[in-house]
């Protein structure tokens, strides 16, 4: 980084006077897990009704000062994203779809009655974060920076009313396999609790989504398994989405089912990526309500012949059992499908500059 408080446009840099060592970072590059090492600076933003958004600037990561009043500490007024920067095979560094993510913070802002944030701002200061830390790649096999933009509210008030003064955020994380087991195919949980109900925040990425899925998720890992899904709350049949994943099914007739964006689920950008990518292979997809009872049925029968999740942290990951209160099933070989495998392998191509990116998603920052 430069030296101390260079000022790029519109942001303020202030380089870390102490950044860590180089053998601990090292380290850390060697064996990055997920989300519990972070590098050595972050951006902060401010925004109040008068000024609106002011003070960008890249400065050491570490802890910050809040008002015990700020409301975000009372009502949980908080919105973030989840993104990542990859090395490309040429030692450049790019983000995929960083708009889409910017487009989705900004509905989850409208939800949470936030400010939005222009879009260009938000990838601006997410290239500022990764810039900043180019050297936090870490070395491990598809590892990459995993980026959380947040924003929160910050003013000191207990009325309950939106907030008048935010803060926006990014921090960054070396990532490497997000799932502990590191399994080519994960276990998941049918939860009893529900996720998000009609006319809720479950479009939105909002932190209050997650706490309420935390019971229901640490019930899933304590009976063994990787991850918890969710059914609709009205009928406790339709699939939703797992707790951090949308869910694709492979059936044998060559379609593909993912479950529709009803206002209940996170609109996700892989989701969003693969039915896409499913499209350019041939397939059909449709975006359709999908019953737990048809899905243990369609596995029984051979209909259904994968199924997979998806998501920034884990890209794409085949689901191969799937347990509840009554019992459990396997799907297909209980390993990882072909078209699980080369749907990964296009989607991850394509990040990482290996493969055409035919659809303008990779957006190179160095
Ligand atoms: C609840 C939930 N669903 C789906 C996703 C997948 O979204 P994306 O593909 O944009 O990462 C996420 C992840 O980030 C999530 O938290």
Known sequence: MASAATTLPGFARHAHPAPRPGHERDAILANPGFGTAFTDHMVEIDYDAGQ?????????????????????????????????????????????RPHANAA?????????????LPEDLFVEAVRQQVLADSGWFPTVEGGSIYLRPFMFASEAFLGVRPSRAYKFMVIASPAGNYFKSGAPAVSIWVSEYTRAAPGGTGAAKCGGNYAASLVPT???????????????????????????????????????????????????????????????????????????????????????????????AAVVTPVGKVADGHGEFVIGSGGPGQLT???R??????????????????HRIA
């Open 345 to 362: 392998q296009r989607l991850v191509g394509i990040q990482r500059g290996e493969q055409a990116d035919t659809h303008g998603w990779v």
């Open 104 to 116: 989705r913070f900004n509905a989850s802002a409208r939800r949470l009655a936030m400010p939005e």
């Open 52 to 96: 609106g958004w002011h003070d960008a600037r890249v400065v050491p990561y570490g802890p910050i000062a809040l008002d015990p009043a700020a409301a975000v500490l009372h009502y949980a007024q908080e919105i973030f994203e989840g993104m990542k920067a990859y090395r490309t095979g040429d030692g450049g560094i790019a983000l995929f």
């Open 218 to 312: 640490a019930e899933a890992f304590s009976r063994g398994h990787d991850q918890v899904l969710f059914l609709d709350a009205a009928e406790h049949r339709w699939i939703e989405e797992l707790g951090g994943m949308n869910l694709f099914f492979v059936m044998a007739d060559g379609s593909i089912v993912t479950p529709p964006l009803a206002g209940t689920i996170l609109p996700g950008i892989t989701r969003d990526s693969l039915i896409a990518l499913a499209r350019e292979e041939g397939l059909t997809v449709r975006e359709e309500r999908y019953a737990l009872d048809q899905w243990r049925d369609d596995a029984a029968s051979g209909k259904l012949l994968e199924t997979f999740a998806c998501g920034t």
């Open 341 to 343: 495998q080369k749907l």
